[in-house]
């Protein structure tokens, strides 16, 4: 295990962490490119953009989880001062589950379909802090109980399929919760969730941040719970970061074009009725390689002749009123002012599902959730 100066900010540095996928006769695919982040202990960081653009396999590189076969792996990922690429798989099995957790995106594939939901749960407390398999048991049904399973001791003895979708990702919810990890990375935590058990787990994802410190890195299409949830929010396009800065400077003002047009796509409560949507041009395969220029060109209405030719590189942008954190990947950003009127200088609503905002209504749902999540 290769241990390095522990860094006394980050909990998680990543560093130009590139994935490629090779396949015979065929050009390769470089998924993620180049991608460097930190992230603090406490603190919630997003991920964002539209399917394909490089989140999900950004989280399984750290995670150590792509397979060796036809993928190359480089750069630097380092975890309390140990670097993750590279090492052993049964030094990261320790590791996974205990000090670094993940909810995947699929529950139905990620659950073993012939172990029953009670044996998947002890499985991790058993393993990482030799817990005896009654209290195991015991802290399983109250695991389930917290992400809003009913009659959760009785349910320990079923299997996945004995469940709904929607309570299969409780499930997963609750088995990456049970160490208390350091580092918990959700892949689309509540994209199968209704409106009310989103609230609950977004509420418990809070929860863990504030009462451990754990930091927390929220993969998602919804802008609403980006919004809602993230301190920093990085805006990935074609397996690059376009687009950094902190929640409040980047859907007050958003610089990129891709990010102007992933906000002004998102219908909004606060505009009127029969709003055209402006949805943005083309699909995620229209792109071109980074090497060639941006990779958004071909869809940005922005394009200009500098565009093309040498790739523009992730810059700070000139603070114009108080220091910032705001970086850019663009050499013909939109502007400042017209930013603004994009998306609206009001704080966004919180789009907990289908378009509903958090109310007065999901109070009493939100304290259930602060309930369950309490020790």
């Not at 909990?11 to 015979?24: G, P, Q």
């Not at 009785?154 to 979708?165: A, N, T, V």
Request: aromatic share 2%; with cysteine; charged share 25%.
């Amino acid at each position: 295990m290769t241990l390095l100066p522990r860094d006394p900010v980050n909990l998680l540095s990543v560093r130009d962490l590139e994935v490629v996928f090779t396949r015979r006769g065929r050009r390769p695919v470089r998924a993620v490119d180049g991608v460097s982040f930190d992230v603090r202990a406490g603190q919630t960081l997003g991920l964002v953009g539209e399917s394909g653009c490089g989140k999900s396999v950004t989280s399984l590189a750290i995670l150590g989880l792509l397979p060796k076969r036809g993928v190359q792996v480089s750069g630097s990922v380092v975890l309390e001062g140990r670097e993750l690429l590279g090492l052993p798989q049964d030094e990261l099995r320790d590791m996974r589950g205990r000090d670094i957790a993940m909810i995947f995106q699929d529950p139905l594939s990620s659950l073993n379909p012939v172990l029953t939901i009670g044996r998947q749960i002890t499985e991790v407390l058993e393993r990482h802090f030799g817990t005896s398999p009654r209290d195991a048991r015991t802290e399983a049904a109250r695991l389930l109980d917290m992400v809003g399973i009913p009659g959760a001791a009785r349910r320990l003895d079923d299997y996945p399929h004995q469940f709904s979708g929607g309570m299969r990702q409780r499930v997963m919810i609750a088995s990456a919760l049970a160490c208390k990890p350091k580092l918990l990375i959700a892949d689309e935590p509540t994209t199968a969730l209704d409106v009310t058990i989103q609230a609950q787990i977004l509420e418990l994802l809070k929860a863990l941040v504030v009462d451990s410190q754990a930091a927390l890195i929220m993969i998602t299409h919804d802008l609403g719970v980006v919004a809602g949830l993230c301190e920093k929010v990085h805006v990935m396009y074609a397996g690059r970061i376009v687009e950094s800065a902190d929640r409040r400077e980047l859907f007050g003002s958003p610089r990129h074009p891709y990010t102007a047009g992933l906000l002004a796509s998102v219908p909004r409560l606060d505009q009127e009725r029969g709003t055209p949507l402006r949805p943005i041009a083309g699909s995620p395969r229209d792109t071109i390689p980074w090497v060639d220029g941006c990779a958004f060109s071909p869809r940005c209405p922005n394009r200009i002749d500098l565009c093309l030719g040498a790739p523009p590189a992730l810059a700070p942008i000139a603070a114009e009123v108080a220091p910032s954190s705001h970086e850019l990947r663009c050499v013909n950003p939109v502007p400042a002012p017209v930013a603004a009127v994009v998306t609206s200088r009001r704080r966004p609503p919180v789009r907990l599902a289908s378009g509903t905002r958090a109310t007065r209504a999901t109070k009493p749902v939100k304290q259930a959730a602060r309930k369950r999540a309490k020790p």
